[in-house]
């Protein structure tokens, strides 16, 4: 008989409102993403005010239709799951607000969920995984190497130190005039430039290190974009775009085969927004397979927020008996901990 648990998966932490029923923590039978981009495009970026009201509107008929779509009612549903945080606190406020109150009317257990285990849970929607297991995380928050040696148990081997990569790929994007978000832009701009047409630099950091730093490659595109502004050359859009994308993935790509190796894990993982990059998939599969390393990636829907990934680790929670009570809060910053 299959597995009978439904986790009601919500998600509102940043610029997408998400609710998703997932069964047994791996089959996704619903995951309605309704997202804000168009109404946040017109500002360059997210405006975390419009988000908000942005949430509100949208919460309520997207769990509906996540329910309709599983085509299941409430009487199925085991437990909600829904993220605390980290992100946009009147944001997370909107989904945590309308979990709890839904859990509290049906009675229903709640648990409170972290982003970013989120992104690394949504591999176990996406193909079998092994504990322990190594998950390259890039998002527009985040750009982490976490060692998972078993559920809800996390070992950070590195992070950046400053811009995440996801964040660097939007901010390199709206100096060169592209929408937000900018990283599918220069993806797509970056298959028609040369990679070799600029030196930018790469922040390898300390010999063996893990950590990530954007800040200074970002600073010297920004350099070059003023200095060809200043002598009036036209800028290069697609050769930049692929020069700073090779800079970016080329130090993904070494820390994150660097620590496989270390670990001596045969699989690697990676999840987040960025790792919907295609560069990214190519290079990081290549680079793995002289190693004997597999990589895995989530499909390109389960990379960017959604609310399946949070119903994924949701129901890890529930198994494990790792309720929150009413008292929940939203929380900005949330570190990722161990539970
Ligand atoms: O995981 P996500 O949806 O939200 C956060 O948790 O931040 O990631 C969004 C980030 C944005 O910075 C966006 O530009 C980036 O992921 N992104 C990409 C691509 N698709 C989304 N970056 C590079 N290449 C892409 N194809
Ligand atoms: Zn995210």
């Known amino acids: 008989m299959p597995n009978p648990i439904l986790t009601l998966g919500i998600e509102t932490s940043c610029d997408e409102t998400s609710a998703a029923v997932v069964q047994a923590g791996e089959v996704v ?4 993403i309704s997202t804000q981009i168009p109404v946040h495009r017109r500002y360059g970026g997210v405006v975390p005010e419009i988000a908000s009201r942005q949430h509100v509107e949208a919460i309520v008929p997207v769990v509906e239709e996540a329910l309709q779509q599983a085509q299941v009612d409430w009487s199925a549903i085991s ?3 829904v993220t605390a945080g980290p992100g946009l606190v009147g944001a997370l406020l909107v989904g945590l607000s309308y979990a709890k109150a839904l859990a509290y009317s049906l009675d229903l257990p709640l648990v409170g969920v972290n982003h970013l285990e989120g992104h690394i849970y949504a591999n176990f929607l996406a193909h079998p995984v092994q504990l322990p297991l190594l998950c390259l995380v890039v998002s527009g928050g985040h750009t982490d190497l976490i060692y998972m040696p078993e559920h809800g148990h996390y070992e950070s081997l590195g992070r950046t130190l400053d811009d995440a990569a996801g964040e660097a790929f939007d901010k390199i994007a709206r100096a060169l005039g592209l929408p937000y978000p900018g990283g599918p832009e220069i993806d797509r701009l970056a298959r028609q430039g040369q990679e070799t047409a600029f030196d930018f630099p790469r922040a390898w950091l300390e010999p063996n290190s893990f950590d990530f730093s954007f800040s200074g490659l970002k ?3 920004l350099n070059e974009l003023n200095r060809l502004q200043q002598k009036g050359s036209p800028v290069p859009v697609a050769d930049v775009a692929a020069s700073f994308q090779a800079a970016v993935i080329d130090v993904l790509v070494t820390k994150a085969i660097a620590a496989a190796l270390a670990k001596k894990v045969s699989v690697l993982y990676v999840a987040g927004g960025v790792a919907a990059n295609s560069s990214l998939r190519h290079k990081l599969t290549e680079a793995a397979q002289p190693h004997g390393i597999e990589v895995r990636f989530p499909p390109l829907q389960l990379c960017t927020d959604n609310a399946a990934m949070i119903a994924a680790a949701g129901y890890h929670y529930w198994r494990a008996g ?13 570190p ?3 539970w």
Not at 29 to 32: F, G, Q, S, T
Not at 322 to 334: E, G, M, P, R, V
């Open 29 to 32: 039978l619903a995951n309605v």
């Open 79 to 81: 437990h909600i799951a």
């Open 219 to 221: 600073s010297a595109v």
């Open 322 to 334: 790792k309720f929150a009570d009413l008292h929940l809060n939203a929380t900005a910053n949330l």
């Open 336 to 338: 990722l901990a161990s």
